[in-house]
């Protein structure tokens, strides 16, 4: 069966604005027996508007909580070749500790970190979580990158 996922499109920096709908990128089914769909966006934002327009879509960022959906994601990735490509995630820094969860669902972050992350690069306040190379990093939330949406059902 297609999802098709109804939502407000808005063309940031222009006029149009109307509803469309389009069909997930990838659905993956949970362990859990749920099923995750998702859209991969090419288009660079920064975090908190990345999560704005997940959220037009009725979806959030993408979060890797799941046993083995970094895995799938990644498999996806590879066969679309933009494993390459850093992808914004709905990973979080809480405060200024070290530790990091995933959103929604305040998962902590225990693996999948590329080799020497996180790392608050030159002390910036990478308090947002990215996705490269089948791994994650974190970054800045001002950082502009393609992101990944999220719906579970
Ligand atoms: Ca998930
Ligand atoms: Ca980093």
Redesign the pocket.
Known sequence: MKILVAFAFVLFGDLAFGVYSRACDLVWKLPSGKKSCYFFFEGWRPWYMAQIECELYGMHLIALEAEGELEVITQYLKKESKLGTEWLTGGIRLGRTNDFQWSPGNTPIISGWNEG?????KNQG?DRVSLKNGGI???TGLVSCPYICEYDY
């Open positions: 992350e996180p790392n608050n690069y990478e990093n974190d970054v």
